[in-house]
T-cell receptor, first 112, second 111 residues
Framework: DVKVTQSSRYLVKRTGEKVFLECVQD?????MFWYRQDPGLGLRLIYF???????EKGDIPEGYSVSREKKERFSLILESASTNQTSMYLC???????????FGPGTRLTVL | QQPVQSPQAVILREGEDAVINCSSS?????VHWYRQKHGEAPVFLMI?????EQKGHEKISASFNEKKQQSSLYLTASQLSYSGTYFC????????????FGTGTRLKVLA
């Protein structure tokens, strides 16, 4: 059964802290994505990766960076968390040549 | 630029029908539809790869008008289980690895 897991369901951090969100998929998928979900704005793409060590910016990359050292793991990093980064973060993966995205359960991040 | 969905929210009674629209300012190579139930991850519903293609099951179906850069999701005789947020998306094998999702439509079905 397809599985995408995220390191935390809920996270509370302070302004200025460095935050790591981890995503792991067990499907050997080439492509992985990070989205943030806000009411009225839908899912907005932050970064994606189509191979190990490869990354591309999405529509809202400012304030974020990513790391993909292994195929199954894609990390989202908030270098210095700010209150406007309070949001739900969703990770997804897609196999190479495929179309269907498999999502993780999400991490609700609150920055105080 | 992410696709815009309309309406933003809709409330239905069981058995009623609904249409959710997805409109893009850019060319659409494919359209995906996902549903996210409250507190859960979005789940894939269907994909439309060709202009004019209509797909789906008997009660949830979709159409894709490539020329108008639009897609519509049709929910017929809605059930309580249809409640959730619906997203259209574009990207993938027919276009680019960059998947973009729409603004979302919250649908609530009441008994």
């Amino acid at each position: 059964d397809v599985k995408v897991t995220q390191s935390s369901r809920y996270l509370v951090k302070r302004t200025g802290e460095k935050v790591f969100l981890e995503c792991v998929q067990d499907m050997d998928h080439e492509n992985m994505f990070w989205y943030r979900q806000d009411p009225g704005l839908g899912l907005r793409l932050i970064y994606f990766s189509y191979d190990v060590k490869m990354k591309e910016k999405g529509d809202i990359p400012e304030g974020y960076s990513v790391s993909r050292e292994k195929k199954e793991r894609f990390s989202l990093i908030l270098e210095s968390a700010s209150t406007n980064q309070t949001s739900m973060y969703l990770c997804a993966s897609v196999m190479g040549g495929g179309d269907t995205q498999y999502f993780g359960p999400g991490t609700r991040l609150t920055v105080l | 630029q992410q696709p815009v969905q309309s309406p933003q929210a809709v409330i239905l009674r069981e058995g009623e029908d609904a249409v959710i629209n997805c409109s893009s300012s850019k060319a659409l190579y494919s359209v995906h539809w996902y549903r996210q139930k409250h507190g859960e991850a979005p789940v894939f519903l269907m994909i439309l790869l060709k202009g004019g293609e209509q797909k789906g099951h008997e009660k949830i179906s979709a159409s894709f008008n490539e020329k108008k850069q639009q897609s519509s999701l049709y929910l017929t005789a809605s059930q309580l289980s249809y409640s959730g947020t619906y997203f259209c998306g574009t990207g993938g094998t027919s276009g680019t690895y960059k998947y973009i999702f729409g603004t979302g439509t919250r649908l609530k079905v009441l008994a």
